[in-house]
């Protein structure tokens, strides 16, 4: 399997060579990747996901608590390894039109985490889009939280770089509102029945339209989180409009990406 990942990533760094990146995808729980966040910016994907606890006093990264004895700081492993790529890399994937988004995954307690987070983002301020009296202005990365953060702790944050992953409805109202909220998550099985084989039935694809139709008309971006991870799926999730698709194998996505232009 490893030979195979090895393979697929060749074809497509060769394939993707002045190409526009995969902006559609997710790198759902990046940190387990080889070299987390550098292949996914390598390639181009435009969203990388990262789980952090607060631990010691600091933002760490990993899965469950379990892992934090041997983890590494946010910064270490992400922050301080995006800039120097930034740096490096001037306009290859990322711009002020079309940021990268780090959606970093809160899995203790939120207010904790979200004043450090507030105190270690200043440091990066000049990269980050933000938000300050209702303008949004732009940057090359935008921070977007997940993990059920509630919307009074995005609304009362001071600096303005925090924006929220939010539950997934078929129908939002004026009370949905929120400047701070940019995007919509749900687990697929919550909807769906159909396991990425064959024809998805015809009341479940017509659910998955108005599922589209209706985010984007309230402005806001679309992600379901354990998809099948068929081909069959992917086609159909970007045939739909879904804004962001979970990938877990980043070069076989890739690969696929770039066989669809």
Not at 111 to 127: F, G, N
Not at 146 to 152: L, N, T
Request: proline letters at 3%; hydrophobic letters at 40%.
């Amino acid at each position: 399997m490893y030979k195979w990942g090895i393979l697929y990533g060749l074809i497509f760094m060769v394939s993707c060579l002045g190409q526009a990146q995969i902006p559609h995808g997710h790198a759902h729980n990046d940190y387990k990747q080889q070299h987390p966040l550098i292949d996914a910016l390598n390639l181009g994907y435009g969203s990388v996901e990262v789980d952090v606890f607060s631990h010691k006093g600091s933002i760490h990264v990993a899965h469950t608590k379990f892992g934090l004895p041997f983890s590494k700081t946010l910064e270490e492993l992400y922050l301080d390894p995006l800039v120097n790529w930034l740096d490096k890399h001037d306009d290859q994937f990322y711009s002020l039109d079309n940021p990268l988004v780090l959606m970093i995954d809160l899995k203790s307690n939120h207010k904790v985490l979200i004043q450090s987070l507030e105190e270690l983002l200043i440091q990066y301020a000049d990269y980050l889009v933000r938000q300050e009296a209702g303008v949004i202005i732009p940057g090359l990365v935008q921070i977007v939280l997940s993990g059920g953060v509630s919307a009074d702790l995005l609304e009362n944050q001071t600096t303005g770089f925090l924006f929220g992953d939010c539950p997934m409805k078929l129908f939002y109202s004026s009370s949905d509102d929120c400047i701070w909220c940019v995007r919509r998550s749900s687990a697929w099985s919550y909807w769906f029945s159909w396991k990425g084989k064959d024809q998805i039935p015809e009341v479940e694809l017509q659910l998955l339209h108005d599922l589209v139709s209706d985010a984007h008309l309230a402005g806001y971006k679309l992600r379901f989180w354990a998809i099948p991870d068929t081909e069959a799926c992917w086609d159909l999730l970007l045939d739909s409009g879904v804004d962001w698709i979970n990938v877990d194998d980043l070069d076989r996505f890739g690969v696929f990406y770039q066989n669809r232009d």
